[in-house]
């Protein structure tokens, strides 16, 4: 037992200090800079979080080092680095910048970033199935640098309902969810009672950290926090009891006095920080403990913050969406089709993020906003309405188990917040559930093999080519001579290894709706059974460890195919299938087989499939071999179903959260017509004793958990992100 305690906390101060950064991306600005006094030059914002500079008109690259402008280069790792050689003679003016809108501009870049775990708890659910997110915005100014705008400007910014002139961040939401996600002020007693907005003054200058976050970041929450808290119970919101109040229970996002660092980049005024979701060291108020955190810059050089930027990250914060741009820099991910890419910064009045695109279909499934329509059969008409009208999308299957590769379908119009859009039509989706996102996941950092693509109608792969961040002919639209998808059309509706999918959308007809005609790949498809709704967010085991997991059989598909099994390692396991489990024990196995896996989603067929018709539950039993560490997957981060467990002195026991694992289930016993996909190389996860160092980057660390140590203490564990 001493030893199990010894190693838990060996563990965790290893990964006390290890916290994980979601940035935002740079705002795409061109603005007239003062180089010296009444000299001005037109120059945009470029580079990354980690590095900012200007680009000249004439393509001069400058950086300001000690308030003067210097030339620069860019280095190898994509930094730049001054040459010493003055832009202009004379010191910089600090005076505002002029922003001139310019939406032609390729994109910048944002660092990478991953997203701590934290076990999430429910919002609050009404009667009539609306969630209820309770919101605590505190107002954060300094000795040197008040707050511009003021708390009743805060409270339209998020809050404002559908009477106001100005889109709010709740409304964004309320649009995006169709009415069913529902952002509210908390209970608290600063200034205007219950507004949501707590004003807190801190007795320091501001830390002017920009991107480079660390302990003056952490250190900030945390006094932010402490100030708060005699205007605010935040015991209250504890839905579950638990002693933490995760984000979903309470969602904490502070405005920061002074400038947005992602607004201009290094053209930004100062003092300013750069917007980011991410967490400190737990601090315990009132009894409960909290650790998650959206922060922003209250101002975009000469306006309040725009709401693009702060829908963006607060989708970090409650529901953990990953970003669906390049984060390597290779290509422009999705563009401006969605937030949670370019779309953030989108406007139609020339303030950059004043009309946030709307999620993109995948990322609204994610968040729980809507429920595709599976498309079966073998061949159909369909319509589908806007986007930002109805809850309406198509989901075409490549794999036949619902787990994997498909084709989403939505109509995009320009109308709502979608009116700044590219353009307007049937915009399609390429998915691969694989690539994965949050730990162990490339997301959209693979230009040939993304999370989710945009299959550009035009087939020019502008955004793949770094060549514009979407335009208008990207959708399929009858207006612009794009009527069909499919096995000879360009893009060509193949897998991502190239085989033909058997899809073709047909006759696309654009007008109130969208119409056209699909013929699909399988009359039925079938289903994976798993309780993983988190994804896959750490590793779990040692050599020889167990896991077992129970699922009922649905009766709609009644024959096993195989199982889907997550593995950070390679590894060989033993899968068996039972039908009894009782007092810790399984007995009456169905099948028993032996594989070789490799790190990441593994699809393992039984020779032939399973009559489950006779059974209610069956068990999956996994063993894996003895030099096998860290082989199992799991979910810490959704929903504990209790379905899941781990072997302990020769006894099953609840684990404490979920294993990735999925039985494939159908209601036909032949096999189906497919080839299991190939998957992206894994990157390799090693523990690192040093957490995050800069704006970006994220905590670079794997937990191990001891099945032991769940075992024998109840000790709540913070699983980090890689």
């Not at 002029?98 to 994109?107: E, K, Q």
């Not at 991107?211 to 003056?216: C, H, L, N, W």
């Not at 033909?500 to 007008?511: C, K, L, N, P, T």
Request: glycine share 10%; hydrophobic share 35%.
């Amino acid at each position: 037992m001493f030893s199990y305690l010894r190693t838990l906390l060996l563990f965790t101060g290893l990964f006390a200090s290890s916290f994980a950064i979601a940035t935002t991306m740079m705002a795409i600005t061109e603005f007239e800079l003062e180089i010296s006094e009444g000299e001005f030059i037109t120059v945009r914002s470029a580079g990354n979080a980690q590095s900012q500079w200007l680009e000249t008109a004439n393509g001069d690259i400058i950086v300001k080092r000690s308030g003067t402008w210097y030339l620069a280069e860019i280095n190898s790792q994509n930094q730049a680095l001054s040459t010493g050689i003055p832009y202009r003679e004379g010191e910089v003016v600090p005076a505002e910048i002029v922003f001139i809108p310019d939406l032609s501009l390729s994109a910048a870049l944002d660092a990478l970033e991953s997203t701590s775990v934290v076990s999430q708890s429910v919002a609050i659910s009404s009667s009539d199935g609306v969630t209820q997110q309770p919101i605590l915005v505190l107002r954060v100014s300094f000795l040197d640098q008040d707050s511009r705008y003021s708390s009743e400007e805060i409270h339209e910014l998020i809050f404002a309902d559908e009477s106001s002139s100005s889109l709010s961040v709740a409304q964004y939401y309320r649009d995006n969810s169709y009415q069913k996600f529902d952002i509210q002020p908390v209970s608290e007693t600063s200034g205007t009672v219950s507004d949501g907005v707590v004003d807190v003054a801190l007795s320091y200058n501001h830390p002017n950290f920009g991107s480079s976050y660390g302990s003056s970041t952490s250190q900030l929450v945390s006094d932010a926090l402490v100030s708060a808290n005699s205007y605010i119970n935040f015991s209250a919101y504890d839905t579950n009891s638990d002693g933490s109040l995760s984000s979903r229970e309470l969602g904490v996002v502070l405005i920061i006095a002074g400038y947005e660092n992602a607004y201009g980049g290094a053209g930004a005024s100062e003092p300013r920080i750069w917007a980011h979701k991410s967490s400190i060291s737990p601090i315990t108020l009132d009894g409960v403990s909290l650790s998650a955190y959206a922060m922003f810059g209250e101002q975009h050089q000469s306006h309040l913050a725009t709401i693009g930027i702060i829908s963006h990250e607060m989708a970090h914060l409650l529901f953990s969406l990953p970003d669906l741009y390049d984060r390597q820099g290779d290509s422009n991910g999705i563009g401006r089709w969605g937030l949670m890419g370019l779309g953030s910064w989108n406007s139609t009045n020339g303030v950059s993020g004043s009309s946030p695109a709307h999620l993109l279909a995948w990322s609204k499934v994610e968040a729980g906003f809507i429920n595709p329509r599976d498309v079966e059969g073998d061949a159909i008409d369909f319509s589908l309405k806007s986007a930002t009208s109805d809850n309406d999308a198509l989901r075409v299957w490549l794999d036949p188990f619902r787990h994997g590769e498909h084709f989403l379908l939505e109509y995009r119009a320009l109308e709502g917040s979608d009116k700044a859009l590219p353009g307007e039509g049937l915009l399609i989706s390429h998915v691969d559930d694989w690539v994965g996102y949050g730990t162990a996941g490339l997301q959209n950092d693979v230009v040939e093999h993304k999370l989710v693509d945009i299959e550009e109608a035009d087939g020019q792969d502008d955004m793949d080519l770094l060549e514009n961040r979407g335009d208008r002919e990207d959708v399929y639209n009858d207006a612009y001579g794009q009527d069909y998808f499919g096995s000879s059309s360009l893009p060509a509706s193949v897998d991502y290894q190239g085989n033909s999918s058997g899809v073709e959308v047909a006759q696309i007809r654009v007008g109130d709706e969208v119409t056209g005609n699909l013929s699909l790949p399988y009359e039925q498809l079938g289903d994976n059974l798993g309780y993983d709704d988190g994804g896959v967010r750490a590793a779990w085991g040692s050599g020889g460890s167990v896991s077992l997991v129970e699922y009922s059989v649905p009766s709609d598909s009644r024959f096993a195919h195989g199982i889907d099994f997550y593995s950070y390692r390679n590894a060989v396991i033993s899968t068996s299938l039972y039908a009894s489990f009782t007092g810790g024990s399984v007995s009456n196995a169905l099948h028993v087989s032996s594989s070789t896996i490799t790190p990441g989603w593994n699809r393992i067929e039984f020779s032939s499939s399973l009559d489950l018709s006779s059974y209610s539950k069956v068990y999956l039993e996994i063993t894996a071999s003895a030099d096998s560490l860290r082989a199992f997957g799991i979910d810490n981060m959704g929903d504990v179903s209790g379905n899941s467990y781990i072997k302990l002195n020769g006894s099953f026991q609840s684990a404490g959260f979920d294993f990735n694992q999925r039985l494939l289930v159908a209601n036909q016993e032949g096999g189906f017509n497919y080839q299991i996909p190939d998957k992206l190389s894994f990157q390799e996860i090693e523990v690192s004793e040093s957490g995050s160092s800069g704006g970006g980057g994220g905590s670079f660390g794997l937990f191990l958990i001891l099945a032991a140590m769940l075992a024998s203490c109840r000790i709540k564990l913070r699983v980090y992100a890689v």
